[in-house]
């Protein structure tokens, strides 16, 4: 059974920094691409960014390409989520999402980020 | 870049059928056939139902079905159910650096 298992979220003050981590479970990690996706209170489901299984190929969303940085662990089995320079709009809960082709077919729980002085 | 035009809501009665619309550009909808759906439950994760267009992930009801034509990508739900009653959401691989882009959803009420 597939299970992705998001940690690191909480209040964090404006241009501050956090990091977000999901250890998952269930396959073979380094086969598949990983993503994270975001959704504002209220409001739609926002991609973030994403990474290929080895992690020599990273994207980004243009709102926040610059501030954010993707990264795994292959020996860990663990996907990561480094936030810097946070701003308000980054208030969300973080979804830590697995790839195939074209879509995402297993999400977590997510954690929610709240951006705020 | 915009994320893919949905309508705010849609609804209709027990039994009957529904189509949630998703439109897009020939840089994404138009020009892939990556076009998933996903399903969401308040307070709860999304669940993939339709992927690469028409596609159902093993588990998912046969009520659900896709289908795309030019830059709109249409989602189907036959023999409506209460348990319906969500939010749903499309995707679209995009041409552009971003990879992805999502729509901006639709409320379906089962009346």
């Known amino acids: 059974e597939v299970q992705l298992l998001e940690s690191g979220g909480g209040l964090v003050q404006p241009g501050g920094s956090l990091r977000l981590s999901c250890a998952a479970s269930g396959f073979t990690f380094n086969n598949y691409a990983m993503s994270w996706v975001r959704q504002a209170p209220g409001k739609g489901l926002e991609w973030v960014s994403a990474?290929?299984?080895?992690?020599?190929?990273?994207y980004y969303a243009y709102s926040v390409k610059g501030r954010f940085t993707i990264s795994r662990d292959n020996s860990k089995n663990t996907l990561y989520l480094q936030m810097n320079s946070l701003r308000a709009e980054d208030t969300a809960v973080y979804f830590c999402a697995k790839d195939r082709p074209g879509a995402i077919d297993y999400w977590g729980q997510g954690t929610l980020v709240t951006v705020s002085s | 870049q915009s994320a893919l035009t949905q309508p705010a809501s849609v609804s209709g009665s027990p039994g009957q059928s529904i189509t949630v619309s998703c439109t897009g550009t020939?840089?994404?909808?138009?020009?892939?056939?990556?076009v998933s759906w996903y399903q969401q439950h308040p307070g709860k994760a999304p669940k993939l139902m339709i992927y690469?267009?028409?596609n159902r992930p093993s588990g998912v009801s046969n009520r659900f079905s896709g289908s795309k034509s030019g830059n709109t990508a249409s989602l189907t739900i036959s023999g409506l159910q209460a348990e319906d009653e969500a939010d749903y959401y499309c995707?679209?691989?995009?041409?552009?650096?971003?990879?992805?882009?999502f729509g901006t959803g639709t409320k379906v009420t089962v009346l």
């Open positions: 990474i290929s299984g080895s992690g020599d190929d990273t």
């Open positions: 690469e267009v028409s």
């Open positions: 020939s840089s994404d909808v138009g020009g892939y056939n990556y």
């Open positions: 995707s679209s691989y995009t041409s552009s650096s971003t990879l992805y882009i």
